[in-house]
């Protein structure tokens, strides 16, 4: 409150309070925040129940009656099927680490090498695995954007394997690159295309953020690490060029 000279007593930057919310939108309120707690719970825990079902109903026929729990036990055991299966890849992995191992795995590839179509089928399959489970391995494991489908239009992008020069040679000199544009919100399918390295960029942003971004359909935002750099001075480009920043 401001006095004038004339002693007039004049009110300012006077707010009206917030109206008072009713039952109903208390009542909407609370349903929405509950939604949001138990939303993604009950999502998660459906997923986990099915797949642990999935896993079980594959490999328990494979168990012998007389070591399956659930032959002495009036009930079923859920997670039998994904105890044992990671039990049995552990043994495996154990013994295929050693000379005897490898020798029978490589027995078992010399025979799958004179089966014309399976032949193909496991060298693609073993390669994709290899280079995705490769401890030291980089593909699919950058993020890039790509000017895509059209000029202004931006992609989320997983960067892939250079492209074989033979392939492109007839194309242009400069290099390619493999990358993967998945779709929202179902990540697990895309395209893949052969670009050109200077036209994508990769940012540092993980897979899994991007995976977050894609399935919330841009509703999920990676947060950057405090003190990081601006978004466009992490931006660098295959080439090893980095961006030119705004002043």
């Not at 986990?48 to 007389?66: E, S």
């Not at 050109?196 to 690490?225: C, H, N, T, W, Y």
């Amino acid at each position: 409150m401001d006095e004038n000279p004339k002693g007039d007593i004049q009110l300012t930057n006077f707010e009206a309070p917030p109206p008072k919310r009713g039952f109903g939108a208390r009542v909407r309120g609370y349903f929405f925040t509950g939604l949001l707690v138990a939303g993604p719970l009950a999502i998660t825990a459906y997923i986990t129940w099915w797949l642990i079902h999935l896993i079980d109903g594959w490999v328990k026929p494979l168990i012998p009656a007389t070591y399956n729990p659930e032959t002495y036990l009036p009930f079923a055991v859920p997670g039998l099927g994904l105890l044992v299966a990671f039990v049995a890849l552990v043994i495996l992995g154990f013994f295929t680490a050693n000379l005897v191992g490898r020798w029978i795995v490589g027995l078992g590839e010399r025979i799958l090498d004179r089966m014309p179509f399976v032949r193909s089928l496991y060298k693609a399959v073993k390669q994709i695995f290899e280079t995705v489970f490769k401890q030291d391995g980089t593909s699919l494991r950058r993020v890039g954007l790509l000017e895509w489908p059209g000029p202004g239009l931006w992609s989320i992008c997983l960067l892939s394997e250079p492209v074989n020069p033979d392939i492109t040679d007839k194309i242009s000199a400069a290099g390619f690159q493999w990358i993967y544009i998945p779709t929202t919100p179902a990540p697990t399918t895309g395209y893949l295309v052969m670009v050109r390295q200077d036209s994508v960029i990769e940012i540092d942003m993980s897979v899994d953020d991007a995976f977050k971004l894609l399935m919330s359909m841009g509703i999920i935002q990676p947060q950057p690490p405090a003190g990081s750099l601006p978004a466009k001075a992490r931006k660098v480009r295959l080439t090893g060029k980095k961006l030119k920043t705004e002043s």
